[in-house]
């Protein structure tokens, strides 16, 4: 298995966690679009992860939970990191497992080691390293490469360079065997993106899918994220749309953010990475997303409330398939949690009255 593959695999597999029965029947029928219709978009970082800790050490601790499944867990990670190193674990029931060991040097530089399987002796071992050059204007240059290889499959290589200021976020990566670099269509991803101030546009491209990515920042009561992607094979899409208005999160809405939501569908990764629900954007939030092939569509919107008591987002799910529309009710909560000895986290649950799916996420990290 390639590298793009065991990384895309390993990308899905959130998705998967929290699918509906219909949303599942998609993907296996190798349909790739983005489950739309769930509480959450998946991202990751790679080495230079967005979110480096400065602590002396950090727990963080999640769990993905359905119904859908015989098994309810789904997803489970284990990660302990400070500023010079991080171990992750992520236990994945519908794919391989990842783990993780990366050291942080001086002057920006890194290197990490993964293992992608399940200790059956078909893991996949990968090597990687990186470095960021920093210059003045707040600009910076990304150089990270790396190697995997298991038993009996041939050297996969990959590469990886960026470069980013206040304004401008370019990309691109090659992923492949050297007997393929011929097929260069199939083995290079590519991003670029332009922050305008209070707009964001960005644009990639990830093998056969194509992505959009659009925001509003910078406003005190008003944000919004909307990316679209595109499989040009499968004639597969998908979409979402979040807008908050009222005491916007002005740490969600912004380049950073959104370039890493331009990144991560544009770019492979190891990891996903959750992010909370609408109720989480602002006072108020309107989320409409929806997912679609030639033989059905689903379509969702919420409306979210984010109270003191129990933050709520209530809506509509749909589903379309052979001229047959089926209706149902969602209702999603959400709530935070602090203690005195640094412990914080979070409870998110969600029910799907058409396709009778409960899901539910949790999230720990001790400081």
Known sequence: MSLGQIITEAAMIAKLAFASPDTIAVEQNNVQVIDTTKTTIVASPKINDYSNTANPFNIN??????SVEDHPVKFQRV??????????????????????????????????????GDLNGKDVMYFEASKVLKFKNNSSVLLDGGMGASKGSEIEYFLIANFKNDKLFFEGAIYETASKLKDLDKSIYALAAYDFGHAYVGAGKNKNTLVGVAGVKNFKDLGMITFVLYDKETKGWSFISQTAV????????TKNTFDFVTEYFSIPSFFPTHF???????????KVNGAGTSKKTELEG?????????????????????????LGAVVELYKPFHTKNGMSGYVEMKYNTRSKAATAYVGIQIK
């Open 246 to 253: 009222g005491n916007t999160n002005q740490n969600f809405f």
């Open 276 to 286: 909370t629900p609408q109720v989480t954007k602002g006072d108020y939030s309107l």
């Open 61 to 66: 601790l999640e769990t993905g939970i359905t």
């Open 302 to 326: 919420k409306f979210g409330w984010n109270n003191k008591i129990v933050p709520i987002s209530v809506g509509v799910n749909t589903l379309n398939e052979n001229g047959e529309t089926n």
């Open 79 to 116: 990660q302990l990191s400070n500023k010079d190193f991080e171990i992750k674990y992520d236990f994945n029931s519908v794919g391989k497992d990842v783990t993780k060991l990366k050291f942080n040097l001086p002057k920006n530089f890194n290197f990490a080691l993964y293992d992608v």
